[in-house]
């Protein structure tokens, strides 16, 4: 398990255990974080998992791929470089204490 952290747009900070291998999208559904609705599922035809990795913790996700990125577009809230659909990064040891803040508005 690999804790994560979700900071929403008010700054009420959600700690919760993640099973490795599951999408951050997926753990923040099991866990009901509120400010993550994954519309899709995490089959990357929304935005509605749209989340900012904290700047401290970027260089330690992947970066997006191009059909993210293109994804993003469509994101309710600003895009920003630390933009990210949660569907899209993966849970794993490396990424114990994640930080992810969430943003103002999924629709």
Excluded at 8 to 37: K, P, Y
Excluded at 40 to 60: E, I, K
Excluded at 99 to 107: M, Y
Aim: aromatic share 2%; proline share 6%.
């Amino acid at each position: 398990m690999t804790k994560i952290h979700f900071i929403s747009a008010t700054g009420i900070e959600t700690v919760i255990d993640a099973r490795d291998g599951d999408s951050v999208m997926h753990a923040a559904i099991l866990n009901d974080v509120e400010g993550i609705l994954a519309e899709c599922g995490g089959s990357m035809m929304c935005a509605t998992c749209h989340c900012y990795v904290d700047p401290a913790w970027q260089d330690r996700v992947t970066p997006p791929s191009e059909p993210e990125a293109g994804m993003l577009a469509s994101a309710a809230s600003a895009v920003r470089a630390t933009s990210r659909l949660s569907c899209q990064i993966t849970v794993g040891p490396e990424l114990e204490g994640l930080v992810i803040h969430l943003p103002e508005a999924q629709l």
